[in-house]
């Protein structure tokens, strides 16, 4: 049999990809295997397999793929001057809220990342790169607000490291509930409105904050 061509290895892998997203909402993470993911693609289980190290490397690939357009968004905010670092800030929480709302592909799969698995066994360091993400993502609200607190934007004196995880906070509690029931508000609308008022208190003293 003839080699597969460098395009016909990324179909396949992207086929895995689709068929990985529709199973694991569908069943779970814990209860799909290698096995489900490869019927559903069309391919082998060793196709799977030669792309994907294992059952957690293909999840990870899946989310990766749809956050990769979140990059862009992010470069933004660590690039804005000080006198910008807020309002790139709010801009990027805009963009992420309203990228979850309206793409489906990323809907569901941050619903199967925040709802459907299970951090143990084999996907025990899917936990790990989770927290990663966590923590870039923090780091990321801290250098904004450091700029911020560098223009006298933020003038209150709570540190920033408190400040950034309480916003981190903010939009992952946001997510997880509009995932919950999409229906019951509308996500970007809402979740701006409450940065901007976490935003106005950072000009609070210390007293209030």
């Not at 489900?36 to 994907?52: L, N, S």
Request: hydrophobic content about 45%.
């Amino acid at each position: 049999m003839a080699r597969k061509t460098k395009e016909e290895a990324e179909l396949t892998r992207c086929s895995i990809l689709d068929a990985a997203e529709q199973v694991f909402h569908a069943q779970g993470v814990a209860g799909t295997s290698l096995q489900d993911i490869a019927e559903a693609a069309g391919v082998t289980r060793g196709a799977v397999y030669w792309h994907f190290k294992d059952k957690a490397d293909l999840f990870n690939a899946m989310m990766e793929r749809v956050c990769m357009p979140f990059e862009e968004s992010s470069d933004a905010v660590e690039r804005a001057s000080p006198e910008l670092a807020l309002k790139r800030l709010r801009e990027h929480f805009a963009f992420l809220l309203g990228r979850t709302q309206t793409d489906e592909q990323v809907r569901r799969v941050f619903s199967i990342a925040t709802q459907m698995v299970e951090y143990n066994g084999e996907l025990a360091q899917v936990r790990e790169r989770r927290l990663q993400w966590q923590a870039d993502h923090v780091a990321l609200l801290e250098q904004a607000l450091a700029a911020g607190r560098k223009a006298g934007d933020v003038t209150t004196t709570v540190p920033l490291r408190q400040l950034a995880l309480g916003l981190h906070a903010l939009f992952d509690g946001l997510l997880q509930n509009w995932l919950l029931k999409p229906e019951s508000f509308d996500l970007q609308r809402v979740g701006v409105r409450v940065l901007d008022i976490y935003l106005a208190g950072l000009h609070a003293g210390p007293d209030a904050a």
